[in-house]
């Protein structure tokens, strides 16, 4: 045991780095206070319902009511019983506080991949560093993109798994692999997930045509064999996981539209492409690789005291601290997104190490990695390049489902810190020294020289103009100024320019100088001036100093708060107060106050809302979204989803009111007339003008399960919501006559049953997104339950498979310890 520790002390060393590291960038956190995430608010409205069922019944409903109306739970939150990650999980974000856990997974991953790639420790923790303090991990930490943040840790450790295998180490790469590919689905971001295979596909390409060349084709599909089976169990581990988003995904906006001419939000089968495209990265905005500030950094401004704006306000009569504030205010940001948290920065170093390792690392993996950067990058540019983008998103399986294109420059930060370090390494071990400082000093002249270039004449290739934000702020500055179009005009165009230029400048020098430093570190070595542990531990400093003082504009000791701060946003406003007074279990909201009620789910922390948030709602509900509620609220509409009270703001005093909206239909009615719609179409037009309490619109192929010959009209006839749950609703119901019921909850028939007298039976959909059914005379009880097969049979699947990893690791380990006991005795 001694010798198993004095053998892997250095990795326990680099272990507690990473803590350190963590505990001094995170200290708030460990002080206990909370980050604030602005998606994460988001989350925790969504999520009320089920945490609140979830904390009294000691289980979470896989259906919640508290937005858009109604939707399955799975991309909300959801517990995965039988899948053996979803413990890991819980165990590391027990033991540390977010998101700490993330980053610390993300060190360790990256870790393993530069072990495995054979490099020193110190330089693999150089390297995981490089990886996991890249600014978009940090960014997406900040606004609380947890799931997407999780996923990217994986990316790492799962191509070590890969690597080992195909490097002939079969039983324990295919069970790495298996291990942080579950953990990867289990973060239930697919479209990480997705981009990380068009990856692999071209690592699995070279070494199949590297295999037919030296006609080893045996042996790589032996390695191809663990590897397929290590997905395999992987799959089956998430299966419930995967089952219902497939099954979800079809009915959501990325699924095939209803009707015949798409709505703006998405296509006839997946995304609208303007809408997937919002986010595409600039051509020219690349630059931010090397340069962060080089198109201003963040939409939120970062201008201070001494820019050309506050001055030109200073100098115009505004008080010091009035200009300081409002040109913070200003964006800085000046890309064609619609707008950014910060730029895709990899560190000036790391650029630079890339670049050299473009012209002397040697062997296969670099045209992978190399490959990987050009397809990554011209997939992210989105509108701004479509000639590659629109091939996939046309033709591509799946891709059409996945917006923000910008988002796949992740497989570029992934492959940045790898052939960067790859180089240190071959430069390290290279013996021909002539030939590596020529590479070196070429590689100095090309990043060195980008950046020296940007310091002194910015505004020679940038020009630092916004072609979409820059005119509507120009108007609301003319606004601001009293009509003073010529002062606003100046502000924009000539010192928000200047004060944009500067930044670019700046971090432009800051670049060259950290470029300069990683240069002279290898410069040193190669001419015996250090020694190899010093160059690691040197690389090292400087990659953590560039990284953490970019990652600091972002994710800061001020984005955290004290936890009775945090809850203080949760707070009810008075009219919340008076609607949480109605004891009525299943009622619905719309809040008129916020700016996108359809795109805001703070108003759902206190009730069940039309509203919400959520990047893949129901398509139906989405279609009735555009066609009913975005041009002018259809009160038809509202009455049918049972929406009892809207909150309004006074457009003079912005005074908070509330309407109870008397025509609410409530949770269930009998109508006295069926309307046939052909299609879809003809449903939508129905509903735009309709008495929903007398009538209802249901599509020609539900005809059957209506006997119109013995439905009749019962004045008297009752139903009533006598039980409320998420997952469970329970009706009463009497009338001397067969009746048709529309029940003001959604639609969705994949998992909801419908028991009448304890009798499964047949049910429609009406209005468009609403559950029917014909209820035959007599008094009965009628139950909605919802029990979807996709999760139940999919939680037995993932059991299975978790066995299946249980087992295969400790038959390892048993083999393992076995060879190890023979070597002692021989």
């Given at each position: 045991m001694n010798n198993w520790f004095k053998q892997n002390g250095v990795h326990f060393a680099v272990a507690g780095l990473f803590i350190a590291i963590c505990f001094f960038y995170f200290t708030p956190a460990f002080q206990g206070k909370v980050l604030v995430q602005s998606d994460v608010i988001q989350a925790q409205g969504m999520q009320k319902e089920i945490m609140d069922v979830r904390a009294k019944t000691g289980k979470a409903p896989l259906w919640t009511n508290q937005v858009f109306g109604g939707m399955p739970a799975y991309q909300i939150w959801a517990f995965y019983p039988s899948n053996i990650t979803t413990y890991v999980i819980s165990a590391l974000k027990t033991v540390f506080p977010n998101p700490i856990d993330t980053v610390l997974l993300s060190l360790f991953g990256a870790y393993l991949l530069f072990c495995v790639l054979k490099l020193n420790p110190w330089?693999?923790?150089?390297?995981?560093?490089?990886?996991?303090?890249?600014?978009?991990?940090?960014?997406?930490?900040?606004?609380?993109?947890?799931?997407?943040?999780?996923?990217?840790?994986?990316?790492?450790?799962?191509?070590?798994?890969?690597?080992?295998?195909?490097?002939?180490?079969?039983?324990?790469?295919?069970?790495?692999?298996?291990?942080?590919?579950?953990?990867?689905?289990?973060?239930?971001?697919?479209?990480?997930?997705?981009?990380?295979?068009?990856?692999?596909?071209?690592?699995?390409?070279?070494?199949?045509?590297?295999?037919?060349?030296?006609?080893?084709?045996?042996?790589?599909?032996?390695?191809?064999?663990?590897?397929?089976?290590?997905?395999?169990?992987?799959?089956?581990?998430?299966?419930?996981?995967?089952?219902?988003?497939?099954?979800?995904?079809?009915?959501?906006?990325?699924?095939?539209?209803?009707l015949s001419q798409k709505a703006t939000s998405g296509n006839s089968n997946g995304l609208d492409k303007e809408y997937a495209y919002g986010w595409s990265q600039g051509i020219g905005e690349c630059i931010t690789f090397l340069i962060p500030n080089a198109y201003g950094g963040g939409s939120g401004g970062a201008l201070k005291a001494d820019s050309k704006v506050a001055q030109a306000l200073i100098d115009k009569g505004v008080p010091q601290d009035q200009a300081t504030g409002f040109a913070a205010q200003l964006p800085t940001y000046w890309g064609g997104k619609p707008f950014t948290e910060g730029p895709w920065y990899f560190g000036a170093g790391i650029c630079f190490l890339f670049v050299f390792g473009l012209m002397i690392v040697r062997g296969r993996i670099k045209w992978w990695l190399l490959a990987t950067v050009i397809l990554s990058m011209l997939l992210s540019f989105g509108k701004n390049f479509t000639l590659v983008s629109d091939l996939f998103f046309n033709y591509f399986p799946l891709y059409n489902k996945f917006r923000a294109v910008e988002s796949i420059l992740v497989l570029t930060q992934l492959a940045f810190p790898i052939l960067a370090f790859l180089a240190i390494k071959e430069a390290l071990q290279t013996k021909d020294k002539a030939f590596i400082l020529k590479k070196l000093f070429l590689s100095l002249y090309i990043t060195g020289g980008i950046a020296l270039l940007v310091a002194l004449l910015p505004q020679l290739f940038f020009s630092f103009k916004s072609s979409t934000g820059d005119e509507s702020l120009i108007a609301q500055l003319t606004q601001a100024f009293q009509g003073d179009s010529s002062f606003a005009n100046t502000i924009v165009n000539s010192d928000l320019v200047q004060d944009r230029a500067s930044l670019a400048r700046m971090d432009a020098i800051r670049s060259l100088v950290f470029v300069l430093i990683t240069f002279g570190v290898l410069w040193a070595f190669i001419k015996q001036k250090i020694n190899l542990q010093i160059t690691s531990l040197l690389i090292l400093a400087v990659t953590l100093v560039d990284l953490w003082s970019v990652d600091k504009r972002y994710l800061k000791d001020d984005s955290f708060q004290a936890k009775d701060e945090a809850l203080q946003a949760r707070t009810p406003r008075e009219v919340d107060q008076f609607i949480l007074r109605d004891t009525d279990p299943d009622f619905r909201v719309l809040d008129l106050t916020l700016r996108d009620p359809f795109a805001d789910a703070s108003t759902s922390y206190f009730h069940k809302t039309l509203g919400g948030y959520h990047a893949a709602k129901l398509k139906r509900f989405q279609e009735l979204i555009e066609n009913q509620f975005s041009k002018s609220l259809n009160q038809d509409a509202l009455d049918m989803l049972n929406t009892k009270y809207v909150i309004t703001a006074d457009p003079k005093t912005q005074a908070v009111g509330m309407k109870a909206n008397a025509t609410a239909c409530g949770h269930a009615w009998f109508v006295e007339q069926v309307r046939f719609a052909d299609n879809a179409d003809q449903e939508m037009q129905a509903i735009s003008s309709f008495d929903p309490k007398k009538e209802a619109i249901v599509d020609k192929k539900y005809q059957p399960l209506i006997d119109t010959k013995q439905n009749a009209i019962d004045p008297n006839g009752k139903i009533t919501l006598v039980s409320y749950a998420p997952e469970h609703l329970v009706y009463e119901t009497g009338s001397t006559s067969n009746q048709v019921a529309v029940f003001s909850e959604i639609y969705y028939d994949k998992g909801w049953k419908m028991l009448i007298d304890g009798q499964e039976k047949?049910?429609?959909?009406?209005?468009?997104?609403?559950?029917?059914?014909?209820?035959?005379?007599?008094?009965?009880?009628?139950?909605?339950?919802?029990?979807?097969?996709?999760?139940?049979?999919?939680?037995?699947?993932?059991?299975?498979?978790?066995?299946?990893?249980?087992?295969?690791?400790?038959?390892?380990?048993?083999a393992e310890s076995r060879k190890k006991k023979v070597v002692k005795t021989v």
């Open positions: 330089l693999a923790a150089a390297g995981a560093i490089a990886f996991t303090f890249s600014s978009y991990n940090f960014i997406l930490l900040h606004a609380g993109h947890s799931n997407q943040a999780y996923a990217i840790t994986f990316f790492a450790p799962i191509l070590a798994g890969i690597i080992l295998t195909l490097r002939g180490k079969h039983w324990l790469g295919a069970i790495l692999t298996t291990f942080f590919l579950a953990m990867e689905i289990r973060s239930n971001h697919i479209q990480m997930a997705y981009y990380l295979m068009l990856s692999l596909l071209i690592l699995v390409g070279i070494e199949l045509y590297h295999a037919i060349k030296n006609k080893t084709t045996t042996i790589f599909f032996e390695s191809i064999a663990y590897l397929a089976g290590a997905t395999l169990v992987a799959v089956m581990i998430n299966a419930s996981i995967l089952w219902t988003t497939y099954e979800y995904g079809q009915e959501s906006i990325r699924g095939k539209s209803n047949p049910y429609f959909r009406a209005d468009y997104l609403l559950r029917a059914a014909q209820i035959p005379v007599g008094n009965h009880k009628i139950e909605f339950i919802f029990h979807p097969n996709s999760y139940y049979t999919g939680e037995g699947i993932s059991m299975a498979g978790s066995i299946l990893l249980v087992l295969a690791f400790g038959g390892y380990v048993f």
